[in-house]
């Protein structure tokens, strides 16, 4: 069923943008972000997982959730020419105007971008010339579409590198880790392209105010130490440190002008080892899940802003029910702290902007790679995935007002949307 309303909602969106770059780059300053006038900026944003990079819950996938993984099941079913039909419908469809503008018009400032690089740059394995980075079109041209959008709304769009070369924890699905190749930490043909595909960035962007800043590696999550496989415990966290100041170091030959945004290990958070700050325009960026929404469970953080006179900034949060969401953005603003949501869109899931619906031959898919269901023919497969890449278009999801409520409540307009879910408790 098509929702016919969002048109009538792009048109609204008209009167109302206010171009990003009026109001000049974002800087780090006195411990907050401040806008191009030096006034303080709390960044109410949304991350669009699962449309560069998949991972595999978000569809709905029990288990071999990483991207790597659920492509070769897919080559499997309706071979390599259909499974790449789907992935190019997939990322033209999943992400579009009407999804910046929704997020727009509901109040959010600001985007962030989960990249996976090899929508970039080759992999390591696959370079022609050993060493060399092969630059590949269809990343930069996505990312170039997207920011057109985010600035047509006068919001920022924050590029977040979700899936580094080789992968960056022992948590594959965040990363498309494979353990059958090295990793990022493993490699230093890996560091090597990661560095190179941050200059590269920062080059094409370098004079763009509409693009917020620079998150340089989303939650690495691994142990150098030989402790907590997630990197929780490590005490000193070099191999992070370093790869930060070199990824820094490349951005700055080409780009003064943005924020770089930096994360602690153990999935952003042990900031354990970190050393003096290395830039004058630097963020700390730290992840909240499932722990209770109090001063003392942010507490830490705010000490390390207090130390090194840093600003924070919640880049990911989410995954919960709509109190903890309220609760959740009412305590980091009110200790002047910018947040970016997590995701915008999941397949029948309730707790996101937009809700895909699933399927039936999508749903056989997925009942079979969980093992409670027979192989589907490959006509039944690929119908189901040439319907779920219709279904992603934000025409056709349904609009989750309540979540959107429950984290701006004050956002402005409601949207209107007749497929809206306003059941209590999701």
Not at 53 to 68: A, K, P, S
Not at 91 to 110: E, I, P, Y
Request: net charge neutral; aromatic share 10%; glycine share 8%.
């Amino acid at each position: 069923m098509r929702n016919f309303a969002i048109p009538i909602l792009i048109l609204a969106l008209a009167t109302g943008a206010t171009q990003a770059q009026s109001t000049g780059f974002l800087r780090a300053k006195e411990a907050n972000i401040v806008d191009g006038h030096g006034n303080e900026l709390i960044l109410r944003g949304m991350g669009l997982g699962g449309w560069m990079l998949q991972e595999g819950y978000m569809l709905g996938i029990r288990d071999e959730g990483t991207q790597h993984s659920i492509k070769e099941r897919l080559r499997d079913l309706v071979g390599k020419e259909d499974c790449d039909r789907f992935y190019h419908l997939w990322l033209q469809n999943h992400v579009t105007r009407a999804d910046v503008d929704l997020l727009a018009k509901s109040g959010f400032n600001s985007i962030r971008l989960p990249m996976h690089y090899n929508l970039f740059t080759l992999p390591i394995e696959e370079e022609p010339v050993p060493g060399q980075n092969t630059w590949l079109t269809n990343g930069f041209e996505l990312t170039d579409h997207l920011l057109a959008w985010c600035k047509a709304n006068g919001m920022y769009l924050i590029l977040d590198l979700h899936a580094a070369p080789g992968g960056q924890g022992k948590d594959a699905n965040i990363s498309d880790y494979d353990p059958a190749k090295p990793s990022l930490w493993e490699s230093e043909a890996n560091r090597r392209k990661a560095i190179a595909l941050w200059r590269r960035l920062a080059e094409r962007y370098a004079n763009e105010p509409g693009i917020g800043g620079y998150d340089l590696l989303n939650e690495p999550n691994w142990t150098f130490e030989g402790k907590d496989k997630n990197g929780k415990e490590d005490s000193a966290n070099q191999p992070i440190w370093n790869l930060y100041q070199a990824m820094t170091s490349a951005i700055r030959e080409v780009d003064t002008n943005h924020l770089i945004i930096v994360e602690g290990n153990g999935w952003g958070n042990n900031y354990n080892g970190f050393p003096a700050p290395w830039d004058n325009n630097l963020v700390m960026s730290f992840h909240k899940y499932w722990n209770p929404n109090t001063r003392e469970a942010i507490s830490r953080f705010i000490a390390l802003r207090e130390k090194y006179r840093l600003p924070l900034w919640l880049g990911e949060s989410g995954e919960n029910n709509n109190q903890w969401f309220r609760d959740c953005v009412a305590l980091v603003e009110s200790n002047h702290i910018g947040w970016a949501w997590w995701p915008h869109k999941k397949v029948e899931s309730p707790s996101c902007t937009l809700t895909i619906t699933r399927p039936d031959n999508f749903r056989k898919i997925v009942d079979y790679w969980n093992k409670v269901g027979e192989r589907p023919s490959r006509e039944t497969a690929l119908k189901g995935l040439l319907e779920l890449a219709e279904n992603s278009r934000a025409a056709n999801c349904r609009f989750n007002t309540n979540v959107v409520q429950a984290l701006i409540p004050a956002g402005g307009e409601k949207p209107a949307r007749p497929r809206s879910a306003d059941t209590p408790g999701f």
